[in-house]
């Protein structure tokens, strides 16, 4: 017989062989809830006509939906049943509130104490600057994400309801909301052509402007919520984060406006232009709907649409992508290389090289995924590069935009856009930082010598 010290000792050296990390935790939330959409997505009742839909079908489909991405290889609106529409959707809250918030809701409801290491995986999730007070932030996100997606569908319920009648149209409404909200881009719109997204609604300002203010504020993140909470229109008062966010978002939104307007769709009247080129100005940084046929737009407005996919949304958000303070931080720090000063500072304040360093890290990364994945699948698939760059960038940056071609994908291809669309969800970093059990501890400074760059 085994001693009970004994016994106890080695179960805990059994729990300490198997402790998972902050950034683990994470990454194996996505990893079950994707694999747990994908099964319910293969039962027969999920697809029509009856039948089991292929797994690979499934994978691509519940990834873009938990990852908020929105590249589809079957029409939503036509290939799936009410119940795999709904599977999708929930698939669409989880992912865009995230895993670790949507446990944490669990545990509300329950009535369950949640534990230090508990508090600080919500802390990483929701990207706040610390653990204290991080329950109270999160029952407060959850609590307004779930007011505004409900806002949200009241406000298209009139414009779904005469199309769809009562039943079906109120579906419709909160399926858009809370997909516009996550930035998931995900539509119902095939039934009337699919693949349309909302080209059939280009002029429709109502829907045009609900969705636009539920992409924005889904995409501007949780904190900038919370400071707007605590100081009303007082931005002076507000976080280091939150004033770059609200100015970088600023600058994203009005400077493509511009180009959209006055250098793409021509054949529309300038009035004509005003409410598309709002909304693809919007919806390009991680949405994933569009109101005009990209391929009609020129060389250089797809080379813009590419930036805007890869720079996303904004940190502890809805929204993938570089995140626009990675490219606030990197222009600053250009800008401060130019001027020939020794730091990087913003608003009054000095930015760390740790953020420096994380956010040089995070465009190599996201550059060399974007480029490397584009050039393969452009030579499997005999495609121009241009088109596969693009669904790269769409996919990485979790917006969902296509030229047409995720369908026609063969089966490489469709793993690489999987892989991409993790990767973008759950972050580079935290993917990194997740295959590491402990953060290098190496004290020793090597001697220094210059190297000469640029």
């Known amino acids: 017989m085994v001693p009970a010290g004994r016994e106890k000792g080695e179960k805990m050296n059994i729990l300490r062989r198997f402790k998972i990390s902050t950034f683990q935790t994470i990454v194996i939330g996505f990893a079950l809830l994707i694999l747990a959409g994908s099964l319910l997505l293969m039962l027969p009742a999920a697809s029509r006509p009856s039948g089991s839909t292929p797994f690979s079908d499934c994978l691509f489909t519940a990834t873009s939906a938990a990852c908020v991405t929105g590249l589809v ?3 939503t609106a036509t290939h799936w049943t009410l119940f795999g529409q709904v599977i999708i959707l929930f698939l669409i809250q989880i992912g865009g509130m995230g895993v670790v918030t949507t446990g944490a809701v669990l545990a509300f409801i329950s009535g369950r104490r949640i534990d230090l290491k508990e508090r600080s995986v919500m802390q990483e999730a929701i990207a706040a600057p610390q653990v204290g007070g991080i329950v109270r932030l999160t029952r407060f996100f959850v609590v307004v994400a779930l007011v ?3 806002i949200g569908a009241l406000l298209l319920m009139p414009v779904f309801i005469p199309m769809f009648g009562f039943g079906k149209g109120c579906f419709y409404a909160f399926f858009h909301a809370i997909s516009a909200f996550c930035n998931a881009g995900f539509d119902l719109m095939g039934i009337r052509e699919p693949f349309s997204s909302m080209t059939g609604f280009s002029e429709h300002i109502l829907l045009n402007l609900v969705l636009i203010l539920l992409i924005t504020i889904g995409g501007i993140g949780f904190l900038v919520w919370n400071d707007v909470k605590d100081h009303g229109f007082r931005v002076k008062q507000y976080r280091l984060q939150s004033k770059i966010v609200l100015s970088t978002s600023a600058v994203l939104v009005i400077g493509p406006f511009l180009w959209f307007f006055f250098f793409e769709m021509q054949e529309l009247s300038a009035a004509g232009r005003i409410l598309p080129s709002l909304f693809q100005s919007v919806t390009m940084r991680t949405a994933g709907f569009n109101t005009v046929d990209l391929n009609q737009m020129s060389g250089g407005g797809q080379a813009l649409m590419l930036f805007l996919m890869l720079t996303g949304g904004s940190p502890g958000s809805t929204a993938g992508g570089m ?11 250009a800008a401060a290389v130019f001027r020939r000063k020794n730091e990087v500072g913003c608003y009054g304040r000095r930015i760390g090289e740790e953020t420096i360093r994380n956010a040089i890290a995070v465009l190599m990364m996201y550059m060399v995924l974007f480029m490397c994945s584009g050039i393969v699948i452009s ?7 241009s088109v ?3 669904e790269t960038a769409s996919a990485v940056g979790t917006v969902g935009l296509t030229l047409g071609i995720t369908s026609s994908l063969g089966t490489v291809s469709r793993i690489i856009l999987i892989v991409l669309m993790f990767l ?23 001697p220094l010598e210059k190297v000469t760059v640029g």
């Open 73 to 75: 290889v079957r029409d």
């Open 323 to 333: 995140k626009t303070t990675t490219v606030a931080v990197l222009f600053l720090t």
């Open 379 to 385: 030579r499997i698939e005999h495609l121009p590069l």
């Open 424 to 446: 973008g969800r759950v972050g580079g970093l935290t993917l990194i930082y997740a295959a590491q059990s402990v953060r290098s501890s190496a004290r020793s400074i090597y």
């Open 388 to 390: 596969c760059l693009f």
């Open 148 to 150: 505004i997606e409900g």
